[in-house]
């Protein structure tokens, strides 16, 4: 009897220890995340998506919202744009380290940027969907041609061109409230009987 219970305590505890091998990874982390199915859903969960160089990354003060892990501010010259206002140039935050959830950015490479907006700023993670350029055709491609961001000077271009819209509009609504005005007080003078 006590053959038995010590051999099914070896086999439960090798058992115990072969599934913990098969089920738990390697290289233990304090990230995990589930990513998107597909690039649909990764576009649809995102607020923008662009493509662009990183010019700067350093670390920031600024807090993330889903974390209280340091923060680092990644500046993008922005080539490409599918979804988002996003300017020429744009920073994004994310986590110091990938233990953190954070993407690691390198300054001078392409990335294809899938990140959501957070109060005033925008955030990226490893579960976002962001992905180096040179990985990311398989997503370009399905996203298509993108728009370039808006430059520099086209809204003020933009502005001079419907400002005379604007001002013909605005003397228009003075006019008619004038010859509005002018008519009712017409209409309430008492007529005189002569």
Known sequence: MKSIKRWTGIWLVAAVFAASMLFFPNDASACSCVRPDSI???????????EGTAKSVKPSSIALF??????????????????????PTIEVLTASGSDTCGFVFQEGERYLVYAAATGKSMEVSLCSGTMLHSKA??????LGSGSLPPQPGSDLQ????????????VIGGLAAILVGYVYYRKQKRPKSRT
Do not use: C, M
């Not at 933009?158 to 509009?169: C, D, G, T, V």
């Open 40 to 50: 649909e859903e990764a576009k649809n969960k995102s607020d923008a998506v662009f």
């Open 66 to 87: 889903r974390s209280s892990a340091k923060a680092v501010k990644a500046s993008f010259q922005v080539n490409e744009v599918w979804k988002g206002h996003v300017t």
């Open 137 to 142: 055709n398989e997503h370009i491609t399905w």
């Open 158 to 169: 933009q502005q001079e061109q419907s400002s005379p819209w604007k001002l013909y509009l």
